[in-house]
């Protein structure tokens, strides 16, 4: 394979998964919607969902347009249109996932009533999750592939100088065309108008998770607070009025959510292996412009890969008539395939992209690095992601001990089952904190600080597949709704609620996932923003590859490094603490609207009055945009402030401290929050005796569990891994303009 | 003063700081213990107290004679004495300060009942709190006079090399007498020695901590649990069995533990400021020996100067007839006059020590430093301890915001006062950082990285007082469980009860104090550990002052840097979940106790039958000590384990890590605790209406909020004070062995 070509099959492999994804959506699309009820229950959620995503919508375009004018004035015009580009193809991918969730959902319940097939039903399911995990990959790869197409001004210039210079020119003759990251004058480096795109992508996903987020468990706290506890109501009874901006919540949190979050870890993960190679080469670790080319273009090239890979994984589900009874293996079978095709191929890829260059390597970069070294990084990286998500599962399922424990104490009333639930998800950050840190280390040795990026790219090669199977979970969770508010058989409930099991586990690991890519990601981004600013080789003409570990530091002892790292690390404390109240804060609100329609409207708790299902979609709508600002701005304002009042070292110190936080809170969250919900759904079951059953103290004490559960493992968790990517994307972005502007610079100088 | 006159002001104050507390210690113990049944009670509790710390110090033996062998075997026998010496002066102080407490607490009942006075029985109480105060200065000075005693060679060796060589020796001849970090030849060096001593301290604080925080926790959570929430009992009824365990728990862990934590700050303060010269000195960062002895002896100074002014402020007290009617006033005034003398004196001794140095400091160091520099660090520490103290009081007094909102939404049932709690918790580590980070930029900025070991110092100066006000809140607590349980008027214990609402605010100022201080020691124990393996200067003969800034470093962006920092942020959630589980373990046992007895006894819960209290100290002893096991050894092994798989400079990292998550969890669980128990305690002044007040669901839900936070501010949050202490005191022990012999140096070199 021919360097050249990688932008071709990028483009290619884009254009394939949007087309597979437009050829899915008028599939589910096309199916009939079911009875007179289904549909009307059906059109409630869809509108709710579009107009919450429209109105958030409305407030991103304000945002972004002030980004746009700053990134304008102070950094490029490549750096705002880039910045662009990302929001807008994030905003899209978003919006078509979200879309075909609110179409699928009906069709899955009428799929199940109709068929009374559990496998037929998967499959309708899992391809109305599969138009958006192809949107997130399709999307993100044609962004990337109009950013270096519009501003690959760069590539064409290293082709230049390689024919005027040979294919190893002095790298000091390339400062002035790669763009130095301090040097403002040449309107932006490169890598700043990449970091941008990124930014952009990030900005959505920061919006659509927080919003979703806040929306969904408002909802949700609502509907569980006065329906379930004071009411005694099942789960999505239609007399409970929040019910539908409950199932709507699924829709926008934990569809458009999480698609433009992994949008966002995919573009980071990607880019920062291209920025750490053109980083690498700007200080002078290497020399040879072809290996440059070869090390910008590997990620692009395994990204185009593993969406086409994705593409066979997905349509290795559909094209079997039968399939097994167990929705679980199927859909596992769906990821192998993908993450397996993407695996082989992508080794073939390296081969042809280093394995001419491999005589040049060992010298030029210093540590053992043949043709399969980004790979063999790329492969340590997906058996992190793996074994994280397993690990997630492991410490949420009510299979395991940790779980059973917390369902076993709450015999003792609901302070026990805090407690305990407090202490697994401490102790459930220690096992992927090792594998994250030991795939590090291993992927450090295997290819330096480059197969880090490998790492994070190989985790999230497949990102198409795991969107997937992510997304068919909320999907499967509205099916259910449907079916219940409607009234249909138990058959049909039973058929979704199956489906809906298997999609809390995948979501335990997808959350994992997510984490683990998102901390893969960022420190890969800290490494490129650290050699931006340290220019190490660049000031130090004897710099060499024994230096290469010591080079790019990060100055922890230092006052500016230090104070930073303490002022970073309480950030994801502020900011989650932030969240959690925006969601109690909506929730009361959604609490008091459920109360009043019981007391006012009569008839609704016997059964034959409706509820006022708009005014409660309304409140959460108005929720949600009035409660994300304060922590979205603080999630943007605080490194930008702190950079130009204390310069960029102290917001590298800001990355540390805030990154290593963020990690430890977003696992203590997520896995808390799941042990507490399965452990609740543990003691449904009914194994800790009749007298704990449904109904008991036992339960209320679980219920307590999982409602303070919620908010942690579905807003706050998530919107931490977002956190830390965007206050990344941020500094690489404005680095440059924090070194050359600070006021303790202005002060001490 | 001169210079050599500072090991005899240590001396001197030691002593007289101990005298003191010997004369209180009596004069307390002489007064009456009132009628037959206080006596009994008193008694009761006083074996109890005994009975644990015995059975704790003999394990702590073992601990410790198993170090003292590898000290020995590894580094030196200086290093394995000096341990010893801290060990022994710890344990004794918290040994007496405990013992005080068990009399003190039925004379203080006895007083309140005889004199019907606020200020008589005040004066009682805080006499028997400063013999804990006093014991902690006394004890930790007397320790470092003889550390520096027995092996002071050094100081000797200082004095013949500068009658050798002149005042202005070259520090390169001087390597080989201070010692170098790594040089195991030279049996240690004089830094690590007195790390040493450092780390004796801090295994007694950390058995006496965890040890006393499991046993309280288990013992309160066992009387809420079952006595208050199932029987309906009130706080200290005698029919509760768990009653006296929770009265001994006080003593235990509010008394003992608290004493031996910030002793080990203490020393840790002092020490850092000494090793911080020396490492400096080493690294060729300055030349001047008559410097260095001024920088090595100003903590000492300031520590005797400490003492002295804490016995006048502490003296301040008792000497005046008539007392205040607010006992609040009246400490604060102990404590600002303790604090304004060492103030004074402290930069009387700053000009005495450093004014003749003056002009050679500005050329010798490079930061602008003169003879006031160390004491504005000092002062800014001073500053920052307050101010962190009042921040904590902000977020947890029922008097502000974040405490009533956390009632309010208890109006809402448990999950709400739980999901407040958290959020308050995660919203109040922002303020401290900010505080913390900018003291320690300033100090930074005033004498370099001196100046934030003289910053921790400042704080820690008056360490007397504040041990004597936190210790005096617990035995007004006992005080009026022995009112409660002899059946005395109820003006008695009014009077106990004004005392211990008092002892609550000190306590939870007192407690941010700890968390500050303890965070501003660390940082600087890690910059020297940082000096002590870079040997910046030394490696490099053109490292001159404006290196300082660059030089010492910790290389987070390499992956054994990276890397350890992961591990490292992830070993406090780690330890965290271990310990709520341990407490949670023993609460549960005693929860079955308390049950069978209230079952089994006939006419318990009539009051006709006495409770078997000694089966439940019992309990909680034995529980106490099986489950600190496990964290204690975590706490010690892991750091230790990884220095020798991985080597020194990972070990940096996890220190990094481990110091940034355990600042937050700790801030987190001491203002989320002390909001809940709060919270609850303004749900019972019944300011929310007569339907939700003391029997009510909504203070049902503040009392689960209680009982969750229960184990965080009381076990958790302080324990993870001392995790991060013995971490960086061990890394400062063994980082030389580490740099020598470790797992990833063999594979790779």
Redesign the interface.
């Known amino acids: 394979m021919g360097i050249e070509l990688v932008l071709g099959l990028v483009i290619v492999a884009a254009l394939a998964g949007l087309a597979y994804a437009c050829a899915n959506f008028f599939s589910v699309k096309k199916l009939p919607e079911g009875n007179e009820r289904m549909q009307e229950i059906a059109g409630e959620i869809r509108l709710g969902a579009n107009t919450f995503i429209n109105y958030e919508y409305r407030v991103v375009a304000v945002v972004a347009a002030i980004i746009v004018v700053v990134l304008a004035a102070l950094i490029s015009w490549s750096s705002a249109v880039s910045f662009i580009t990302g929001a807008v193809m994030s905003a899209i991918a978003g919006y078509i996932g979200m879309k075909i969730a609110t179409y699928a959902n009906v069709r899955v319940t009428n799929k199940a009533l109709t068929s009374k097939s559990l496998s037929e039903t998967l499959k309708v399911a899992f391809k109305g999750g599969s138009v958006m995990g192809l949107c997130v990959a399709g999307f993100a790869l044609l962004g990337v592939f109009i950013v270096f197409i519009v501003f690959g001004v760069l590539l064409k210039q290293i082709d230049a100088a390689v024919a005027r210079d040979g294919s190893v020119a002095l790298a000091s003759s390339f400062k002035s065309i790669v763009g130095m990251f301090t040097d403002l004058n040449l309107g932006g480096s490169f890598t700043m108008t990449l970091s941008s795109y990124a930014l952009g992508c990030s900005i959505i996903a920061l919006f659509n998770r927080m919003g979703g987020g806040i929306y969904t468990k408002a909802a949700d ?1 609502g509907a569980d ?1 006065v329906g379930k ?1 004071e009411a005694h109501l099942p789960e999505d009874d239609p007399r409970n009025p929040a019910t539908i901006a409950d199932n709507v919540g699924d829709n926008v949190g934990d569809v458009a959510g999480l698609g433009s979050d992994l949008l966002e870890s995919f573009v980071g993960a990607m880019l920062s292996g291209t920025i750490m190679a053109i980083e690498l080469f700007t200080n002078l670790l290497f020399h040879d412009t072809a290996l440059l080319k070869a090390l910008i273009y590997f990620p692009l090239a395994l990204a185009g890969i593993g969406l086409i890979g994705c593409v066979l994984g997905i349509a290795s589900l559909f094209i079997r008539k039968k399939l097994s009874s167990n929705p679980h293996k199927e859909l596992n079978a769906a990821t192998w395939v993908s993450a397996g095709i993407t695996m082989i191929v992508g080794f073939v890829a390296s081969y042809f992209i280093f394995g001419s260059l491999e005589v040049n390597l060992g010298e030029e970069i210093g540590f053992r690095f043949g043709w399969v070294s980004p790979m063999v990084g790329a492969a340590i990286g997906i058996v992190a992601g793996i074994v994280i998500g397993k690990l997630a599962e492991y410490y949420t399922s009510a299979d395991f001990k940790p779980t059973q424990g917390i369902a076993k ?1 709450s015999v ?5 089952t ?3 639930g ?9 096992w ?3 594998v ?3 795939s ?2 291993i992927s ?2 295997v290819a330096g ?1 480059y197969g ?1 990026a490998a790492a994070a790219m190989g985790m999230l090669s497949f990102v198409a597949t795991t969107v997937s199977v992510d997304a068919y979970g909320p999907i499967s969770d509205n099916a259910g709704g449907i079916a219940e508010m409607s009234y249909l058989p138990e058959e049909v409930r039973d058929i979704t609620d199956t489906l809906d099991s298997v999609g809390n586990t995948t979501a335990a690991i997808g959350k994992g996932f997510a984490i683990g890519s998102a901390a893969m990601a960022v ?1 890969c981004m ?2 490129s923003y ?1 050699f931006s600013f340290n220019h190490v080789g660049v000031n130090n003409p004897d710099f060499g590859i024994d230096q290469m ?2 080079g ?9 490094g ?6 970073g ?3 994801p ?2 900011f ?3 969240l ?2 925006a969601v ?1 804060k909506a929730a ?1 609100r959604m ?1 008091d609207e459920v109360r009043r329609q019981f007391r006012e409207i009569p008839g609704l708790l016997q059964g034959t009055a409706r509820p006022d299902t708009k005014t409660c979609i309304q409140i959460s709508t108005q929720g949600a945009i009035k409660e994300m600002t304060a922590p979205a701005v603080l999630a943007i304002a605080f490194p930008v402030a702190c950079g130009f009042i204390f310069g960029a070292e102290f917001v590298g110190g800001i990355l ?2 805030a990154t ?2 963020a ?2 809170l977003a696992i ?1 969250c997520g896995n808390a929050g799941g042990a507490w919900d399965n452990g609740k759904k543990y003691i449904e079951t009914g194994v800790l005796g009749a007298e704990n059953g449904k109904g008991s103290a036992t339960h209320d004490a679980g ?2 569990g999982d ?2 559960g919620d ?2 493992k579905d807003t706050v968790g998530p919107c931490l891994d977002i956190l830390i990517k965007i206050m990344s994307n941020l500094a690489l972005v404005m680095g440059s303009a924090f070194a050359s502007y600070n006021l303790y610079d202005i002060i001490t100088k």
């Open positions: 706290m607070l506890t104490s003792q009333g609901p302070a026990l805090v407690t305990q407090l202490a697994v998800g401490m102790i459930s950050c220690m992927p904190c090792i994250l840190g030991l590090i280390f450090f040795i600080p880090v420190l800290m490494t650290m570990f010591d790019v530091v990060l100055n922890v002892i230092n006052p500016l230090l104070t930073g790292a303490i002022f690390a309480a950030m404390f502020l989650s603490g932030m959690i109240n109690a009361q609490v540390v401290g290593l936080s990690i430890m203590f219920v307590v409602t303070v908010p942690l």
